[in-house]
Structure formats: structure tokens, C-alpha cells
């Protein structure tokens, strides 16, 4: 695969007084222009409470949503002009959820990645992020995350992808698992074993595989609520060159700690917003069962109101972590805490929205569409859960919970080992 050439889009003058250098300074002035596009601007309509069938149709949809932010200048900011960004910094991006998630619009799914993947890029292999990053922000292309194996996830330091070094390529073979949007990825950033098969997390190097390269093999996992939204990849002898190198030979480990915190931190945020949209969406919900005579569960409100609280809470450690991040502090293991309420909170909405949809979330068939409002509510709740299903990975996905715990014991709070029995 080679690297995009297509000249930038020409970007779309937000409404109102700012130019592309004040919005990314005006943090405001960004916030108010996008918030005015997104309300009126008649080509994201579409994308206002639509379900997928599948996460191939999701993601391809969604790539749609990308190019319409990335052409309109949006979805720029927050990204170096090296990379095809307007300039701004994390801040840009979390407003950019926001507002999309207050529009009433989905965050591109593609953005759980360039979240976790783009930062790391650009700081450790910018010639990398010069030639793939701006296709990436176009929607053209997204990636996977080849980290975990079949018996390494938690302890990611025994993982045993090996690449074998011959003068300027790699010979990559292993497996990863658990890719998330594997099945529908062109590239993946992968962290494999350069060192002797001890060397633990001294032996890593992180790299950028190609998905047609010969001797890669990806097969889709389909979740409980039956989507392909991960994958297992195969790797048999694939040459790679030494120049998708993500930092140097060996310094695998130290990326993929500075990645941690993006893939924890920035995604809390950008999955708060999601989760405060679809909050507003159970009310809406309610509100129309009720009003067609439909009975709503006593102490509905007080569920509500406890998930909107761990939301809030989510949210208020949140904007402390993007903001450390927009100065280029190093959150570290600090980032544990978010990834920790995240879970939390996750989960709690989906467990409200189980309860108190009832009878119509268990059994709502997917797909049964219609034009009354009682199909209306049946294909929503369907939505529900298979969105509950997928919520019941919060605790594993990016680190367990109990992982996660163990580092804010170990390294945040500094208290002493357990006694071995
Ligand atoms: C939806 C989803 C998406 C994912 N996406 C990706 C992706 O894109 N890329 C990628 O590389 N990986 C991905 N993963 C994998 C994920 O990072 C791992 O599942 C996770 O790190 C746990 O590893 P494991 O599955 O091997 O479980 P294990 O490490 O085998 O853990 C099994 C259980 O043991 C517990 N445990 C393990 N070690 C300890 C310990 N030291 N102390 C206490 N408890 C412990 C764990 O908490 C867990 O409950 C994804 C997973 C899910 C569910």
C-alpha cells in the first residue's frame, strides 16, 4: 500500500468572525462556529439516530461523516498542519466530540483509534504521521491495534510476535487478538518481539503492518451481540521495512506507555460524550413510551439520574486529564482513574436502559423497522442491546478493570505489596 497523495481539501470558512489560525487559538470561538455548523448544516442530517446492521456498515458510514468534518475543516483541529491538522491541540478534539455527541451525531467510530494510534505517531515516527495520518483524517483509511495475543493481554510484556531482523526489513510472524475493527482496518500498529524471546518488555518495537501485505491473514470475531467489531490476525512471515518503525529498535514498551495514556484518557472523553448523547436518547425515549400510554418503571428518574452522575463524575476527572495532555504533561499511570470510571459508568447506563426498557429491550427483534411509533421504540431498544452486550467488555477492553486497579495501588497510590500467603 502506498502513501496518499491527494492534495488537502480546501477547508469550508466556519460561520462567524474566525479564521483557521484565531479557532485554533479561540478555543470559544472553535466551540461556537462548529456548534453552528453542526446544527444547520443540512448534509449530516443523515446521520442523526441511524442504525447499522453491521460493524462493516457502521464504520463505512461513518468514514462518510469523517470526510464531510474533515472537508468543512472540523476534524483538523487539534492535529499538526504536518499531518494535515489546522493547528490546536487536545482541547480541539475534545470539543469536537462534544458538540457532535450535543448535535445529536455519533463520533466516527474511526475515532477510538486515531485517538489511541495518532499520538504516538506523530511524537515517535513523524514521517509516519506525514505520509498515512492525513488519509486517516480524511476517512480514506483507519488502523487496528495489534497489541494483545492469544497469551498476552494483561501482562503484555510476554507477548511473542517476532520480528526478525535481515539488513533494512522485518520478517513479522505471530498472531494478535482481539483487533479492534481488525475485519475492516488497512493498517495496523503492532507491538512485536525484536529482542531474544526473555527479553520481556526490554525486547519490544512498534510497527506499522500493512494489512494486503502478503503473508497477513485476518479473520473477523463476532461478538455476543453478533458484530465483527474485533479480529484475529495472522502474521506468517510478513516483510516489513525498518522504516514503519514507531520510535526506535527496542523502545516498543516506552510508545506503547505514552499510547496508554491517550488510549485510556482521550478515549474516556470521546466515550463520555457518546454515552451523555445516548443518555438524552433513553430520556427521549421514555418520555414517548409515556406519552403513548405506555407504562415507564417507578424511580425512573433516580436511574437515570444515577447514571448521569457517574457521567458527570467521568466527565470532571476527564477534562483535568485533556487538558494535562494539551500542555504535554505525562498522565502516566494517573490515566488508570479515568479508564476506571469509564467502566463504571458504561456500565451503569446500559444496566439502566436494560431495566427500564424491560420486556421490549430483552425481546426487540433487530431490524423490525416500521412506520408506528411502537416499531419506532422496538428497533431502538434492540439498539440497546446490543450496545449492552458490547458494554460488558468496558471492564476488559484497554486494560481490566482489576489490572487497572492494581496500577493506581502500585504506582499512584504507593501502597505496599500484598503478603505472599
Ligand atoms: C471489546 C474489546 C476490544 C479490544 N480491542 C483491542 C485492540 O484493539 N487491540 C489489542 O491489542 N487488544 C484489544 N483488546 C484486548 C484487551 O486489551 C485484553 O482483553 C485485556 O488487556 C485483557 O487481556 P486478556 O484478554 O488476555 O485477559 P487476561 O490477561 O488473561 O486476564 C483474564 C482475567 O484475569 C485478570 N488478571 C490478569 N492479570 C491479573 C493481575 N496481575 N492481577 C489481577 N487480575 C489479573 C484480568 O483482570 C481478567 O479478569 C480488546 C478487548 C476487548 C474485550
Keep these: 500500500m502506498t502513501a496518499p497523495t491527494g492534495a488537502p481539501a480546501p477547508v469550508a470558512r466556519p460561520a462567524g468572525p474566525g479564521t483557521e489560525a484565531s479557532l485554533a487559538e479561540d478555543l470559544d470561538a472553535y466551540r461556537l462556529a462548529l456548534r453552528d455548523h453542526l446544527r444547520t448544516e443540512p448534509a449530516l442530517e443523515s446521520f442523526r439516530g441511524r442504525r447499522y446492521p453491521s460493524t462493516e456498515a457502521r464504520m463505512a458510514d461513518h468514514a462518510r461523516l469523517e470526510r464531510l468534518l474533515h472537508d468543512a475543516g472540523w476534524s483538523r483541529y487539534g492535529w499538526p498542519a504536518t499531518v494535515g491538522g489546522l493547528g490546536g491541540d487536545e482541547r480541539h478534539r475534545a470539543v469536537l466530540y462534544d458538540e ?13 483509534l486515531l485517538e489511541t494510534l495518532g499520538p504516538p505517531i506523530v511524537r515517535f515516527a513523524p514521517e509516519l504521521a506525514a505520509a498515512y495520518l492525513p488519509a486517516y483524517l480524511r476517512g480514506e483509511e483507519w488502523w487496528g491495534q495489534g497489541f494483545s495475543e492469544p497469551e498476552a493481554g494483561s501482562d503484555l510484556a510476554s507477548l511473542r510476535c517476532r520480528a526478525r531482523r535481515d539488513g533494512d526489513t522485518y520478517a513479522v510472524t505471530g498472531q494478535k487478538l482481539w483487533t479492534s475493527h481488525g475485519a475492516t482496518a488497512t493498517r495496523l500498529v503492532c507491538l512485536v518481539r525484536t529482542g531474544t524471546p526473555e527479553s520481556r518488555h526490554r525486547g519490544l518495537s512498534m510497527i506499522m503492518i500493512d494489512v494486503d501485505s502478503p503473508g497477513v491473514t485476518v479473520r473477523p470475531i463476532a461478538m ?15 516483510v516489513v521495512p525498518t522504516s514503519r518503525l514507531i ?25 463520555a460524550a457518546e454515552a ?3 443518555l438524552r436518547e433513553l430520556r427521549g425515549q ?7 400510554g405506555r407504562p415507564v418503571p417507578d424511580g425512573a428518574a433516580a436511574r437515570l439520574g444515577e447514571a448521569y452522575a457517574h457521567l ?17 504533561d505525562t498522565v502516566g499511570p494517573e490515566a488508570s482513574v479515568d479508564k476506571v470510571l469509564l467502566a463504571t459508568a458504561e456500565i451503569c447506563l446500559h444496566d439502566v436502559a436494560r431495566d427500564l426498557l424491560g ?3 430483552l425481546f426487540a427483534a433487530e431490524g423490525a423497522a416500521g412506520g408506528n411509533a411502537l416499531a419506532a421504540g422496538t428497533v431502538e ?37 500484598e503478603a505472599k500467603p
Design 224 to 238: 455476543a451481540n453478533g458484530d465483527n467489531e474485533l479480529a484475529e490476525v495472522f502474521f506468517d512471515d510478513v
Design 381 to 417: 431498544a434492540a439498539q440497546w442491546r446490543t450496545d449492552w452486550w458490547f458494554s460488558r467488555s468496558a471492564t476488559i477492553l484497554g486494560g481490566s478493570a482489576e489490572v487497572q486497579r492494581t496500577i493506581l495501588a502500585d504506582h499512584v497510590l504507593g501502597l505496599p505489596k
Design 247 to 271: 520510535g526506535a529498535e527496542g523502545q516498543g514498551w516506552a510508545v506503547a506507555m505514552y499510547l496508554l495514556q491517550f488510549e485510556r484518557a482521550m478515549y474516556a472523553w470521546l466515550s
Design 359 to 361: 420486556d421490549e429491550f
Design 276 to 278: 451523555l448523547r445516548r
Design 100 to 112: 457532535l455527541a450535543a448535535a445529536g451525531l455519533p463520533v466516527p467510530g474511526q475515532h477510538m
Design 312 to 328: 458527570v463524575a467521568l466527565r470532571a476527572r476527564s477534562a483535568g486529564t485533556v487538558r494535562r495532555l494539551a500542555v504535554g
Design 286 to 292: 421514555l418520555a414517548a413510551r409515556a406519552a403513548g
